[in-house]
């Protein structure tokens, strides 16, 4: 019986994001549609047909830098007329205990859609975290 994967090792990689290192990941999320069809002459129950695939957005976390290259990613898709070209492909990576690869979460067509700055109070000596949200258009899942 294999152990189960610990969480706290992983990497984040955005095809030409260069300084982007995430302390958090959260939101994997995959559910099926389910359709309901009632037939005709058949009312003791209602058949449920699986339907579409759809994908929760996912969340990632970071200390705040002085990188202002996720927030300008954010803002090229208001700015730009050729959207398409902002999307980008995104892989998850979880790590064993030594180093190895263990499994990969690949995210085909991912872009922005909110950044959150990070509270800011004065009473308190926390690290600055700034969190991105994406969406994306395909999902797979690897085992190394």
Not at 92 to 99: A, P, W
């Amino acid at each position: 019986m294999p152990d189960p994967n610990v969480a706290y090792r992983f990497a984040v990689e955005i095809s030409g994001i260069q300084e982007a290192l995430f302390t958090e990941c959260s939101g994997f999320e995959s559910k099926i549609d389910v359709e309901e069809y009632k037939e005709g002459g058949v009312n003791d129950y209602v058949h449920k047909l699986p339907g579409r695939q759809s994908f929760g957005n996912i969340t990632l976390k970071r200390g705040m830098t002085n990188s202002l290259e996720l927030w300008d990613w954010l803002n090229r898709l208001t700015n730009t007329t050729t959207k398409r070209d902002e999307k980008k492909n995104i892989s998850v990576v979880l790590y064993d205990g030594k180093g190895g690869e263990v499994l990969r979460w690949n995210l085909i067509g991912a872009y922005p859609v909110k950044w959150t700055s990070p509270t800011m109070q004065t009473d308190q000596s926390a690290i600055m975290v700034e969190s991105l949200e994406l969406t994306f258009q395909e999902f797979t899942l690897q085992k190394r």
